[in-house]
């Protein structure tokens, strides 16, 4: 029964092709010359991608099973590096101080285009794929409990797709390949700006996990954020014997974050913070000389952030004077930058989106997909059939919500995030249910999907020089026509990249016999011996 389901799926991955890319195709976007050279090579980059959905799906698969933590990717970083290595990429490691981060670099020339995904985990979304019902491999053990296990997969599928396609066309450009690391923390594109990295670049194209196969443009809906630490300093006591002879820089803390939720109701409605205790203490009879809270402050623009930090910093203050402690300097954990997307390479990927179309979802996925909603108490939608109507333009009611340090990257080079349909609808986020499609033929598809779009993009970056100079318009004369990019970074912030290094040193011994081995098993659903899909039964 398992082995037979296990057949079932490989056949249907290796059978998924996307919708065909329609002879006569939806009216291209404004900026796009058609060029008979440059469809032809789309098509003929889009069956290539098809053709490498066993190396796609080995990727996702890989990553989803190492499940780190920001900052502690270093079982991925070491396979991307091989793999890139492998196919021909000179690669830079621990770029920008960062062990996890580096920069993967193929061809010669303009345009130079980047690709971009993030590769960390989420803490506690340790699950097994496949199973519709929270069901961890290792109970409180990191997982991929956002996706991200696929972005890199897409992008390293399409950079090799299109390089072969430059060999022999004698197309010139240059591809850049680089890690979202830690963007769970914002840990790291702001100094990867901020270290020069993309000086030099034409256009970013950056991925990020879905349910839709989708792009926008302008102001993103979400928020930009700062994430500091507040450490203060008391004095130790006997807590019972003499404990008018210390000073608690617990009760700093508490104060602060007392203060905090009462401003919280006079702060703009879109703001969004949030913390946790970082050090509360050592035990209770000894008064807490040292405690440390975390917080982040989001807000939709630049100078909102800028504000709301600077209300932190007061409450942080006070606090310390309440409690006769000393506020030791902040330190900023990361940063991300509000996001602002370009139009011209919106509206291209846009043109590519509708030629490659959904993926064609199995009954066993859309039953999966089903059961996790209702699991869940969300609407029993299933997976996406169809594309969003139009392409999405700047948001015009931005009621906040979550961020990422892609945001530097696009006030820096136009820039766009393809989203791709790898993941189910109506989950949480951050969550052990979004892990569970992330090794499935849900996300292979969804990768897949994406990579096409990718591949075709660029390419049109490639061959069409007008394109690019265009998207160069829009960046200088609305994008940044009036808020120019100045880092949140303050002079002397360093990477945090110790963060996370206790709980990976802690799972990491039991996580690593989950380590999936593509020699011996096909997938990562055969290696583990689950039925695909594993509902409960009513
Ligand atoms: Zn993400």
Do not use: C
């Amino acid at each position: 029964m398992q082995l037979r389901s296990v057949v079932a799926i490989l056949t249907m991955v290796g059978s998924v092709v996307a919708a065909p890319l329609a002879q006569d195709r939806a009216k291209p976007a404004a900026a796009v010359k058609l060029d008979p050279r440059v469809d032809r090579l789309k098509t003929e980059v889009a069956s290539a991608v098809d053709g490498m959905s066993t190396f796609t799906q080995q990727m996702v698969d890989q990553i989803f099973s190492y499940g780190e933590l920001g900052f502690q990717e270093q079982e991925t970083h070491r396979y991307l590096v091989d793999i890139l290595k492998k196919n021909g990429f000179a690669v830079e490691e621990g770029i920008a101080g960062i062990p996890t981060a580096f920069m993967a670099t193929w061809g010669s020339g303009k345009p130079v285009l980047t690709l971009g995904s993030d590769i960390d985990g989420i803490p506690q979304s340790s699950q097994k794929p496949g199973v519709a019902y929270h069901d961890p491999l290792i109970e409180g053990a990191p997982g991929h409990g956002e996706g991200h296990n696929s972005g890199q997969a897409l992008n390293i599928t399409a950079a090799i797709a299109v390089k072969k396609i430059m060999e022999r066309e004698k197309l010139p450009g240059t591809i850049r390949i680089w890690p979202g690391t830690a963007e769970e923390l914002f840990g790291s594109k702001a100094y990867f700006v901020q270290a020069g990295f993309f000086k030099d670049v034409d256009v970013a194209l950056f991925a990020h996990v879905s349910n839709e196969l989708a792009v926008s443009w302008g102001d993103r809906d979400g928020t930009g954020v700062v994430s500091v630490e507040y450490s203060f300093r008391g004095e130790t006591a006997h807590s019972a014997g003499a404990p008018w002879r210390g000073k608690s820089a617990l009760d700093a803390v508490e104060l602060m974050n007392i203060g905090w939720n009462y401003r919280r109701e006079h702060l703009p409605l879109e703001h969004r913070s949030h913390y946790v205790i970082t050090n509360g203490g050592d035990q209770p009879n000894v008064v807490p000389r040292n405690a440390s809270v975390w917080y982040y402050f989001r807000q939709t623009t630049y100078p909102k952030i800028k504000e709301l930090w600077s209300i932190g910093d007061d409450m942080a203050k006070a606090a310390a004077l309440m409690t006769g402690t000393e506020l030791l300097p902040s330190r900023v954990l990361g940063t991300a930058w509000p996001q602002h997307f370009n139009k011209t390479i919106a509206e291209v990927t846009w043109a590519n989106i509708q030629q490659v179309g959904m993926p064609t979802w199995s009954d066993a996925d859309q039953t999966l997909a089903k059961a996790l909603q209702k699991e869940l108490g969300s609407r029993e939608t299933g997976l996406a059939l169809t594309l969003p109507k139009a392409l999405q333009g700047p948001v015009t009611d931005n009621r906040g919500g979550g961020s990422d340090d892609i945001g530097d990257i696009s006030w820096n080079v136009p820039t766009v995030t393809l989203r791709y349909p790898a993941n189910i609808p109506g989950l949480p986020g951050h969550n052990w249910a979004n892990a569970i499609a992330m090794a499935t033929p849900i996300a292979h598809k969804g990768t897949t999907a994406g990579a096409k779009v990718q591949a075709m993009t660029m390419l049109d970056l490639l061959m069409r020089p007008e394109v690019v100079a265009q998207a160069w318009d829009y960046f200088r004369t609305v994008q940044t026509k009036d808020q120019k990019y100045q880092p949140l970074l303050r002079a002397g912030d360093k990477p945090a990249i110790e963060l996370n290094k206790g709980v990976m040193d802690r799972y990491r011994p039991e996580m690593r016999k989950y380590y999936y081995d593509p020699t011996r098993y096909k997938t990562y659903l055969e290696q583990l011996g689950i039925a695909y899909p594993t509902v409960k039964k009513n």
